[in-house]
């Protein structure tokens, strides 16, 4: 190890204390026995499966509006592409705070709220808010994904499909969605991590109630500040490990793709 | 040195031949188009009346409305003629052509002729203004799609997720016959190529000879009209490719199908072509202009000084002026017309004329040259030098060679009087 890489191993040091030392603090808070009841508790599991039932629900509309409209975009010129573009990567640089109050505001009485309501449909203080505000996290991240994939393939693959004799849609369904897919799957693997820890717009646009809204980060903040560190730090711990879960399937799909891609 | 024979890398694998035969004996061709046109090109088949059909056993009767339908299909299909009435886009310049039923038709052309931009044009992929007709039927407001054109691009394009045998499936996704039926034909298109041992090989698992008879195999099993060949060697070794090259055009005349094959290569363009046409800076001329190409092999590779170099002309344009201008080493020569047909013409080595500067005078038959090997003897010099990748034979006196003193990699000049060509 010469002098250099002492110096560089200084903040690599820093970094890995830091995410190690949030890692023990998290546990550190509750005893053994504490934490399993708190994992055990019905709280935690409504908070788990709620996260998992709407994370899943966004992640797949993300993918089935972006997937498509990424394809779109990768193929297609237009007057102000450029900035269509970048309208469509704001949700991903907007504080999710301020996404939130956009989608209240939108969904609220005044805008879509009140004929939507008339027919019934009540999404704002809803579970399904946390759907829609998952989705609206989510999107983006699947789409500049997908876009990137679509961009780089090889053009004489189209080509080929087409004179072989393929209509259009079975070129995207056998041929391009395919040799993608590798890339696409990662995007939606980030996207779903967004998804499952989405807090800001969640709150604003389904609001925090117990066994009604509840999904993990909600349970976090609501546990935390009624002082119930048990359950507060059991879904953390969840959420941490689901994150991480996510993390190593995101390295396998990298990894194991198609042999010649 | 490693052997790359395309006949050691074609030797059938043990594990290959077992599969396929335990694949072949249920089936029966229950696509007839080739073999029904073609028997002795059937495989199996040990040549012109031994045709056996191996797959008749799921073939529906001959009955059956299916059977009718796809035998029409079959049969119109694979002979079409294709016409070109002044087609042009940003690279092409009111292109005129036709291909007759059943011809190769050659382009040859330099890079960035517009040569695959035309190919494109044709399958549908590219822009254009212009009438394209196949067997009298416009078809330029129909999409890529739906021409039925094949199509080999220069990169040949496999699709690097599926195996061949799916790369071939894939292609016939727009018959309507069963997949078993599919299938069937996919092992006889991979035995025509005899390439069916690597059937579930991915393309990135087969050499570039394999990779050649695979995308000729994926475009054959999608029954195009006619096909479209963008220099489709240019990417393989000089020896697989020129193996590939007799093999391909055996293939293309046996089983009868209209394609367009375009190349830079002359000595291809000579060998694979019917008829012939040389596309540069967008614009085609001699088309429909039917060349008596020689058969390979009539031009004697002599290894004799003394013999007269032998020039197998690519084109020949009869003007009517006494003269007739020829293609050869990629350039324009004129020799006298002797009002025959010819197919070589002969240059006596000692009446070539060679100079360190530009001949003076009228500046046809010259042409600039690079001395490849010289043999000094008494009383001459005797050279070999290169036109453009050409080899030809010049003999100078001695007296004349102390002046130009020529080494091998001299760029010299050079200059044939019309006298000099007799025509054979």
């Known amino acids: ?261 | 040195m490693p052997d790359f024979s395309p006949e050691r890398r074609l030797e059938p694998q043990p594990n290959g031949d077992r599969r396929h035969r335990r694949h072949v004996r249920p089936w029966v061709s229950q696509v007839p188009s080739y073999y029904a046109r073609n028997p002795d090109f059937a495989p199996g088949s040990q040549g012109p009346g031994a045709t056996k059909p191996q797959c008749r056993s799921q073939f529906p009767k001959k009955s059956s409305r299916y059977y009718k339908k796809m035998r029409t299909s079959s049969t119109e299909v694979m002979v079409s003629e294709l016409e070109l009435i002044d087609v042009r886009n940003r690279f092409l310049k009111d292109i005129r052509l036709r291909v007759s039923q059943g011809k190769t038709f050659v382009i040859v052309g330099p890079s960035g002729a517009g040569k695959t931009s035309l190919l494109r044009v044709i399958a549908g992929l590219a822009p254009h203004e212009g009438t394209i007709m196949v067997d009298g039927r416009e078809i330029q407001h129909l999409p890529a799609h739906l021409r039925q054109i094949g199509y080999v691009s220069q990169d040949l394009d496999l699709f690097p997720h599926l195996t061949l045998e799916g790369n071939l499936l894939i292609a016939m996704d727009r018959l309507k016959v069963p997949r078993s039926g599919k299938k069937c034909r996919a092992l006889e298109l991979m035995e025509l190529l005899r390439i069916s041992p690597l059937a579930e090989r991915l393309p990135s698992m087969l050499s570039g000879g394999e990779k050649q008879r695979a995308a000729l195999a994926r475009v054959l099993a999608s029954e195009p009209r006619l096909i479209l060949l963008d220099e489709p060697l240019s990417k393989l070794d000089f020896r697989t490719a020129r193996y590939l090259r007799s093999e391909l055009r055996a293939l293309l005349r046996r089983l009868g199908l209209t394609a367009i094959y375009v190349t830079h290569n002359m000595e291809e363009a000579g060998e694979m072509g019917d008829e012939l046409a040389v596309l540069s800076d967008g614009m085609l001329t001699f088309p429909g202009w039917s060349a008596k190409v020689p058969p390979t092999g009539s031009c004697p590779s002599d290894s004799f000084l003394e013999r007269p170099n032998i020039i197998c002309p690519v084109l020949k344009e009869f003007s009517g002026n006494g003269l007739v201008k020829i293609t050869w080493a990629g350039a324009r020569w004129y020799v006298p017309d002797e009002g025959r047909e010819f197919t070589e013409v002969a240059v006596s080595p000692s009446r070539i004329e060679i100079r360190a500067e530009p001949p003076p005078g009228p500046s046809i038959n010259r042409f600039t040259a690079i001395v490849h090997s010289v043999d000094h003897s008494d009383d001459s010099i005797r050279l070999t030098v290169h036109v453009n990748g050409e080899a030809l034979r010049v003999e100078i006196p001695a007296e004349q060679g102390e002046q130009l003193r020529p080494v091998p990699g001299d760029l010299v000049h050079g200059l044939v009087k019309l006298t000099a060509f007799e025509i054979v």
Request: proline share 5%; aromatic share 8%.
């Open chain 1, 1 to 261: 190890m010469d002098k250099l890489d002492r110096m560089l191993v200084v903040p690599l040091a820093i970094v890995v204390l830091f995410v190690v030392g949030v890692l023990t603090a998290l546990v550190s808070q509750v005893s053994g026995p504490e934490l399993l009841s708190a994992l055990r508790s019905s709280e935690t599991g409504f908070a788990l499966k709620l996260s998992l039932a709407c994370s899943l629900t966004a992640v797949l509309v993300a993918s089935l509006m972006g997937v498509p409209a990424a394809y779109f975009l990768a193929r297609r010129e237009f007057r102000g592409k450029g900035v269509f573009d970048t309208l469509l990567d704001v949700p991903l640089v907007m504080p999710p705070l301020v996404a939130g109050v956009g989608l209240l505001f939108l969904l609220g009485r005044g805008m879509l709220g009140g004929p939507l309501g008339d027919l019934g449909i009540h999404l704002v203080l809803s579970p399904w808010g946390a759907v829609i505000a998952q989705t609206f996290v989510a999107t983006p991240i699947v789409i500049r994904s997908s876009k990137a994939a679509f961009e780089s393939l090889n053009p004489g693959y189209e080509a080929a499909a087409l004179t072989l004799g393929l209509p259009p849609w079975k070129v995207f369904a056998k041929i391009n969605l395919p040799l993608a897919s590798r890339s696409i799957a990662s995007g939606i693997i980030l996207a779903w991590a967004r998804a499952l820890g989405e807090f800001g717009a969640t709150l604003m646009v389904a609001g925090a109630t117990r066994f009604r809204t509840e999904t993990l980060p909600i349970a976090v903040y609501l546990n935390i500040s009624s002082g119930q560190l048990g359950v507060a730090v059991s879904c953390a711990l969840v959420l941490v490990g689901t994150a991480f879960l996510l993390l190593l399937a995101l390295r396998f799909v990298r990894r194991n793709g198609h042999a010649g891609l």
